[in-house]
């Protein structure tokens, strides 16, 4: 299946994506490393730390930001893990990424994301230019383009942010017959809809995963898409390996029609719903999930993408919203845990792992990915 593929500024071009999985695996960054063997014991499979990003809260929807590791308790597959560390890492650097939707449905709330998101990058990104947080800007609709790759300079976002609009796609093209995601075939230029799994996708596969740090993508969507190469579960997975955390703002605009097919929408067994608590998953490497046959329902999806992820699924009922909204996410970054652990199983052949995290306290919610894939290889 051909991959989808960045536009940046009008230029066509793909990233070197193999290079760029490689160059991970090879740096002692990311978020499995081995553990060392014991003195003196026989050599066996090594086994990686895992990191997960999670997020608490109380039964007031509150951040609980003063938990430690005892507070927790971690399952793999289905087993009890022992916990090395529970912390609030904000030495390590900060990785964010905003999708924003252009398309029409969500046009009327335009000025109000541009605003927002300003302030939003002015918030989490420092003044001082030396610093190593970064963050980038996509947009999407008809076709997914890089607005501004991974800086950390304040002016630069913004001033993409105050230009951003539809792309060239949007504006020029004509609506034609909305499709069901899976027009794989298909040439990149010309699709009908907007392509909202091809930018998490994106985002994730090309840009995130070969980064260290902190991983979060803010989207901002009507949840529906048209038109994507990638499926829903393959954009969630392209996240699940990058190890990133995606807080999905929806905003429902003007009404949007569907009578087609959305694969990859059906829910995993075991998959959790909306907060409070964790997302569920399956054992062993994630096959596509059947064609579920009902309507776009944007808000479900946003939420799916956010549960199941480990980030959040705000609400902006009206373009006034998106400025609180914007802080909260914030807040909640900055509320965010790194749980470290051993697995007690080696896995060196990329196996998709079910993870839950609860909390030891009954009014105490835990906002965790679904799982991990192990990485594949020598350790």
Sequence with gaps: MPSPSFMRKSTLFALPMLALAGAFLESSGGTQQPAPAPAGTAAKPAVRDVILPITVRDKKGALVNDLSKNDVTLSQDGRPQTIKSLARESSQPLRVGLLVDTSRAVGGAMNEERKAATQFVSAVLPENSDAKDQAFLIHFDREVELLEDFTNSREKLNRELEDMGPTKQERYDNQGPETAGDDRGSARHGRNGTQLYDAIYLASDELMKSKDGRKILVLFSNGADRGSKETLNDAIDA???????????????????????FPGQRRRPGMGGGWPGSGGGGGGRRDPE????????????????????????????????LEAIYKLVDEEIRAQYLLTFTPDKADDEGGFHKVEVKAKKEDLFVSAPEGYYALEGKP
């Design 290 to 321: 059947p064609t579920s046959a009902s309507g776009v329902d944007g808000k479900k999806i946003m939420q799916q993408i956010a549960t199941r992820t480990g980030g959040h699924a705000y609400e902006a009922k009206k373009p006034a919203d």
């Design 239 to 261: 996240a699940d390996r990058a190890n990133l955390a995606i807080y999905t703002i929806f905003f429902k605009g003007q009404q949007e029609r569907s009578e087609t097919e």
